[in-house]
């Protein structure tokens, strides 16, 4: 299992994805499941992955063989965000048939966020079937993988309004969420924040599980929910 996460901003995008491909008793192994085109001043993408990795590998191999072979439609020329969530999705179709036999067993679920010069910055799902939805005011975050755990506080927190360093932390917390309530999902933890309207590389970070910050972080989160529990009024019994 995995978790990734897109949030879009009114002026910035946050793509937050795990790395932990299995776990067991003596046998955890990691995979990173978050990958960036572009072209200073012409196009940034950030895409994530959710779902079988034979499936996900065959994906991004065929996305670079056809960049690195100027494929006349590649992710560097499609022209705008959707053109390119229909790219990834008939890739996708064809891997899960080609490659693995498809079956639900070989599905993958993709999160693709970024911005071409003369279109709009977007954040798009893209089911394993092929088709994609994209966010909206109304739904500024997107999910992948093991959503559950984290979705409550990105319920609370986040809106196209909300400022950049609440919603990396509450990113940040929603990932920490869901990585203490299932051991599928792990670090290293790939947070990258593209802003709006820049066309430029982004800020990109990666946590590890002795991360020192994250730690802090989980610490101080622990303690402010038992304190906020503890200032609720208490049930009156009859």
């Given at each position: 299992m ?6 879009k901003l009114?002026q ?6 795990d790395?932990r491909?299995?776990a ?13 085109y572009g072209?200073?001043g012409?196009r940034?993408?950030?895409l994530?992955?959710?779902g079988n990795?034979?499936?996900t590998?065959?994906v991004i191999?065929?996305?670079?063989k056809d960049?690195?072979?100027a494929?006349?439609v590649?992710?560097l020329?499609?022209?705008?965000m ?8 008939n890739?996708?179709?064809?891997c899960?048939k ?10 993958t679920t993709f999160?693709l966020a970024?911005?071409?010069?003369g279109s ?9 079937q ?9 739904v ?7 959503t559950?755990?984290g979705?409550?506080i990105?319920?609370?927190v ?7 360093d609440?919603?990396?932390l509450a990113a ?7 990585i203490?309530?299932?051991?599928t999902?792990?670090?290293?933890i790939e947070?990258?924040v593209l ?6 590389e982004g ?9 020192e910050?994250?730690q802090?972080?989980r610490k101080s989160?622990?303690?402010l929910?038992?304190?906020a529990?503890?200032k609720l009024e208490p049930?009156?019994?009859n």
């Open positions: 995995t978790y990734c996460l897109g949030i009114n910035h995008m946050i793509l937050m994805s790395s491909t299995s067991g008793v003596d046998n955890i192994s990691t995979y990173s499941k978050m990958w960036r072209v200073p012409d940034q993408m950030v994530c992955s959710a990795l034979a499936t590998q065959a191999t065929a996305i670079e960049i690195r072979e494929a006349p590649n992710m020329t499609v022209k705008n959707p053109d390119a969530c229909k790219y990834i999705g890739i996708s179709v064809e899960q080609l490659n693995t036999g498809g079956g639900p067993v070989f599905e999160i970024g911005e071409i010069v709009p910055a977007g954040l798009y799902m893209i089911y394993s092929g088709n994609f939805i994209a966010s909206s005011s109304q500024p975050f997107l999910q992948i993988g093991e559950k755990y979705k409550p990105l319920d609370r986040i809106q196209e309004k909300t400022p950049l609440r919603a990396v940040l917390v929603s990932m920490d969420a869901t203490k309530s299932n051991l999902v792990g670090p290293p947070l990258y802003d709006i309207a820049s066309l430029q800020r990109y970070v990666a946590f590890d599980s002795d991360d910050y994250m802090k972080l989160w622990n303690i929910m038992e304190q529990i503890d049930l009156h019994w």
